[in-house]
């Protein structure tokens, strides 16, 4: 059975910091992401990171401010972000794809990414 647990979320305000983290079990060496939705928005692609964890892609956005790892031993994906800014408020989603390589262009497509996590809602006020 494939769980993905994220954790990590809160409120901070405009500037600070949060680190997400994505507890998975059930498969292992895909490519993951972390995905957001902001209410009255479609769900976006942010970073992903490919199963060995060796290359990575963030969107322009987030680009300098959120960086993408996994620790594939403790099978747990995370986000760093930093100088968060109001923009970045959403419910945040770890997700895994069917394959080990990633998607590379912006935006991230949702294609192949089969298991979702539940989110964890961030909220940064300004």
């Known amino acids: 059975q494939v769980q993905l647990v994220e954790s990590g979320g809160g409120s901070v305000q405009a500037g600070g910091s949060l680190r997400l983290s994505c507890e998975v079990s059930g498969l292992t060496y895909r490519c993951m992401g972390w995905f957001r939705q902001a209410p009255g928005k479609e769900r976006e692609g942010v970073a992903v990171?490919?199963?060995?964890?060796?290359?990575?892609y963030s969107i322009d956005s987030v680009k300098g401010r959120f960086t993408i790892s996994r620790d594939n031993a403790k099978n747990t994906l995370y986000l760093q972000m930093n100088d968060l800014k109001p923009e970045d408020a959403a419910v945040y989603y770890c997700?895994?794809?069917?394959?080990?390589?990633?998607?590379?262009?912006?935006?991230?497509?949702?294609?192949?990414?089969?298991?979702w996590g539940q989110g964890t809602q961030v909220t940064v006020s300004s």
């Open positions: 990171i490919s199963a060995r964890g060796d290359s990575t």
């Open positions: 997700a895994a794809r069917v394959s080990s390589n990633c998607p590379t262009v912006e935006p991230l497509s949702r294609t192949g990414f089969l298991y």
